[in-house]
């Protein structure tokens, strides 16, 4: 069965500090995708990142990068000089084959960005 | 850009109401999906669809039901709404292809008293 953990309940950093976000997941597949949402104060899920299970190439974007581990089964979501607009609860997410492709979600990550 | 659209946004009614949460996306998306949300937790996967006339429940269960009769339409309803339904409810699409990306509606925020 499909599993996405998200250890850190909250975090809280000041602005212009690095935070990673961790994400860890469980999946008997071989074939697998691992997302990253961004829910704002709004409500509005944003997507942010995917990542299939045969490509272990990090990704950098602007300021966000993300570190895919298969021997760790860790998909970790790093923002680099946060700003208060990245306040956000943010969801890493799993969608395997045998599970239909269907999304499943762990249960985020608050991030709270102070001035 | 993704089209989806919940209405309505917000939504206070009595126990023992029927109700139903309307979802619509102009994208031709075949997978629709519905999530249940406790205010900033984790999301919860209820129902999904793979197409019309093709439902399916998720991993929470719920005393909800839906229904998938135009690719474009997935309703989801309540027959008897109970307190225990106060939640958000989220509704979301995506492409037929197997890696794909979710597009989120606003959500309708469900208050049963």
């Known amino acids: 069965a499909q599993k996405v953990t998200q250890a850190q309940t909250e975090i809280s950093v000041v602005e212009k500090e690095d935070v990673t976000l961790d994400c860890v997941y469980e999946t008997r597949d071989t074939t697998y995708y691992l997302f990253w949402y961004k829910q704002p104060p709004s409500g509005e899920l944003v997507f942010l990142i995917r990542?299939?299970?045969?490509?272990?190439q990090n990704e950098i974007s602007g300021r966000y990068s993300w570190n895919f581990q298969k021997s760790t089964s860790s998909f970790n979501f790093t923002i680099t000089a946060s700003q208060v607009v990245d306040s956000a609860v943010y969801f890493c997410a799993l969608s395997e084959a045998t599970g239909g492709f269907k999304t499943i979600f762990g249960a985020g990550t608050r991030l709270f960005v102070k001035a | 850009e993704a089209d989806i659209y919940q209405t309505p946004r917000y939504l206070v009614i009595g126990t023992g109401k029927k109700i139903t949460l309307e979802c619509s996306q102009t994208m031709g998306h075949d997978k629709m999906y519905w999530y249940q949300q406790d205010p900033g937790m984790e999301l919860h996967l209820i129902h999904y669809?793979?197409?019309?006339?093709?439902?399916e429940k998720g991993d929470l269960s719920s005393e909800s039901t839906v229904s998938r009769i135009r690719t474009e339409h997935f309703p989801l309803t309540l027959e008897s709404a109970r307190p225990s339904h106060t939640s958000q409810y989220l509704c979301?699409?995506?492409?037929?292809?197997?890696?794909?990306?979710?597009?989120f509606g606003s959500g309708t925020q469900l208050s049963v008293l």
């Open positions: 979301a699409s995506s492409e037929r292809k197997t890696n794909e990306k979710l597009f």
């Open positions: 990542r299939n299970s045969f490509d272990e």
């Open positions: 669809s793979y197409g019309v006339n093709s439902t």
